[in-house]
């Protein structure tokens, strides 16, 4: 273990911290973060609709959804381009990179403009479903724009700066809608279609127990070095977005929703996420009557936020990062987590979500009672509740029993002081 650690903390760690700096992770990570607000926006039309199906005379507001959350794929083609430009120092392109990016996601959904001038596609493509797209866009756009900034074009020129400002913003503009007009208008291939396709193993492969355990664990372990799991914003938002929207559509056709791989699942229930990432709450609870006073101290500050699924606190208070004592049974319970909640929500026994709330600081059992609409949620709660304090206990008895140690040499040394 010794070993293993040194390697994480000398070698793993800034390895990763160093290739999550790098812009074309960075630019994905921060334009996930930056769509999060209307996301937000349209789980609380959703939270109100819950309310509104109780109350059917209450006005409908589903429009304020399609704008907001239905713009996903559209909003992301705009912010990965922006953040892409300012991630790599090209700060004379953020706006026009994501407007060029807006003009060439339109293309990707493949339009249709009949000889009346009458402008048709899809409406479903401009969101969640078309947020890889969306990241498509960015990415190509952002390509082309980095290329033809490096060149410099007119750098040494005595044209008016304004001048050469246009022409270096013109080249890369004219190449990206160029190109995308080529390929869609031309060659006639529908980019959405093809993105969608090349992008759907991935998706696939995140719908399944494997999958949905993998990356719930992948998010909980490089959070115990340190690494937030906003991380993986970029891989988990397309699956889990594209998810809940195919279980929101599945019900309005009168279907069963099938996604398990969802942030409301993850996340808005507070199941798997009870306390935060890694399931600290009963760790939390635990600290609040320990029989160390630095333990104990930590536990009743931090607990306020644990019951509403914020774990920072604790994570770097306790600490539970890069610690192993308290690394190891955070990693157990992000297995154990998500493999109770698929395997009841797969086999009826748990009302898997078809409705986009996500707000994950609803304190649980509530959340998940409220998010499948399933009383049966506190029964799942109470069995994770159990299982996670027992996974807890003899790696917190451990640590616990060396704090106290470290606090009685402490006291000992100031005594001789």
Same mark, same amino acid.
């Given at each position: 273990?010794?070993?293993?650690?040194?390697?994480?903390?000398?070698?793993?760690?800034?390895?990763?911290?160093?290739?999550?700096?790098?812009?074309?992770?960075?630019?994905?990570?921060?334009?996930?973060?930056?769509?999060?607000?209307?996301?937000?926006?349209?789980?609380?039309?959703?939270?109100?609709?819950?309310?509104?199906?109780?109350?059917?005379?209450?006005?409908?507001?589903?429009?304020?959804?399609?704008?907001?959350?239905?713009?996903?794929?559209?909003?992301?083609?705009?912010?990965?381009?922006?953040?892409?430009?300012?991630?790599?120092?090209?700060?004379?392109?953020?706006?026009?990179?994501?407007?060029?990016?807006?003009?060439?996601?339109?293309?990707?959904?493949?339009?249709?403009?009949?000889?009346?001038?009458?402008?048709?596609?899809?409406?479903?493509?401009?969101?969640?479903?078309? $947020?890889?797209?969306? =990241?498509?866009? &960015?990415?190509? %756009?952002?390509?082309? #724009?980095? @290329?033809?900034?490096? +060149?410099?074009? !007119?750098?040494?020129?005595?044209?008016?700066?304004?001048?050469?400002?246009?022409?270096?913003?013109? $080249?890369?503009?004219? =190449?990206?809608? &160029?190109?995308? %007009?080529?390929?869609? #208008?031309? @060659?006639?291939?529908? +980019?959405?279609? !093809?993105?969608?396709?090349?992008?759907?193993?991935?998706?696939?492969?995140?719908?399944?127990?494997?999958?949905?355990?993998?990356?719930?664990?992948?998010?909980?372990?490089?959070?115990?070095?340190?690494?937030?799991?906003? +991380?993986?914003?970029?891989?988990?938002?397309?699956?889990?977005?594209?998810?809940?929207?195919?279980?929101?559509?599945?019900?309005?056709?009168?279907?069963?929703?099938?996604?398990?791989?969802?942030?409301?699942?993850?996340?808005?229930?507070? +199941?798997?996420?009870?306390?935060?990432?890694?399931?600290?709450?009963?760790?939390?609870?635990?600290?609040?009557?320990?029989?160390?006073?630095?333990?104990?101290?930590?536990?009743?500050?931090?607990?306020?936020?644990?019951?509403?699924?914020?774990?920072?606190?604790?994570?770097?208070?306790?600490?539970?990062?890069?610690?192993?004592?308290?690394?190891?049974?955070?990693?157990?319970?992000?297995?154990?987590?998500?493999?109770?909640?698929?395997?009841?929500?797969?086999?009826?026994?748990?009302?898997?979500?078809?409705?986009?709330?996500?707000?994950?600081?609803?304190?649980?059992?509530?959340?998940?009672?409220?998010?499948?609409?399933?009383?049966?949620?506190?029964?799942?709660?109470?069995?994770?509740?159990?299982?996670?304090?027992?996974?807890?206990?003899?790696?917190?008895?451990?640590?616990?029993?060396?704090?106290?140690?470290?606090?009685?040499?402490?006291?000992?040394?100031?005594?001789?002081?």
């Amino acid at each position: 273990m010794k070993r293993f650690m040194n390697w994480l903390t000398n070698s793993f760690t800034p390895t990763m911290n160093k290739f999550s700096q790098k812009p074309v992770v960075a630019a994905l990570s921060s334009s996930m973060q930056k769509i999060i607000p209307f996301i937000l926006t349209g789980s609380c039309i959703h939270l109100y609709n819950v309310l509104r199906s109780y109350i059917p005379a209450l006005p409908n507001f589903i429009r304020i959804i399609n704008f907001s959350f239905g713009m996903l794929g559209l909003l992301t083609a705009f912010m990965v381009a922006n953040q892409m430009m300012e991630k790599l120092g090209h700060t004379q392109y953020t706006i026009n990179a994501g407007l060029t990016a807006i003009s060439v996601f339109i293309m990707f959904i493949k339009p249709v403009l009949d000889a009346n001038g009458m402008f048709t596609v899809e409406f479903n493509r401009f969101g969640p479903t078309g $947020i890889i797209v969306g =990241i498509a866009a &960015g990415y190509m %756009v952002s390509i082309l #724009f980095h @290329l033809v900034g490096k +060149l410099n074009l !007119l750098s040494n020129s005595s044209l008016p700066d304004f001048v050469i400002g246009w022409v270096q913003n013109i $080249i890369p503009i004219i =190449i990206s809608i &160029g190109l995308t %007009v080529f390929l869609t #208008f031309y @060659l006639n291939i529908d +980019l959405f279609a !093809l993105v969608l396709l090349l992008f759907s193993p991935i998706q696939n492969f995140g719908q399944t127990l494997t999958g949905f355990v993998l990356l719930i664990f992948l998010m909980t372990f490089f959070y115990t070095l340190g690494i937030s799991h906003w +991380l993986w914003n970029g891989v988990k938002t397309p699956i889990f977005m594209a998810g809940i929207a195919a279980n929101i559509a599945a019900v309005e056709a009168g279907l069963a929703p099938m996604n398990i791989a969802t942030n409301e699942a993850v996340f808005t229930a507070g +199941l798997i996420t009870m306390g935060g990432m890694g399931a600290t709450l009963t760790l939390n609870l635990l600290m609040c009557f320990s029989k160390s006073k630095s333990l104990k101290t930590v536990g009743r500050l931090t607990i306020l936020p644990s019951i509403f699924n914020i774990n920072e606190p604790i994570m770097y208070s306790a600490p539970i990062v890069m610690n192993p004592l308290l690394m190891v049974p955070m990693w157990i319970n992000s297995i154990t987590g998500p493999l109770v909640v698929w395997f009841t929500m797969r086999s009826g026994l748990l009302n898997i979500p078809s409705k986009m709330i996500q707000v994950g600081q609803i304190p649980a059992p509530l959340s998940s009672v409220m998010i499948t609409e399933d009383l049966r949620a506190v029964l799942v709660y109470v069995v994770l509740f159990i299982l996670y304090l027992v996974t807890w206990y003899p790696f917190f008895k451990v640590y616990e029993k060396q704090r106290i140690a470290e606090e009685q040499n402490e006291l000992q040394l100031d005594q001789l002081d």
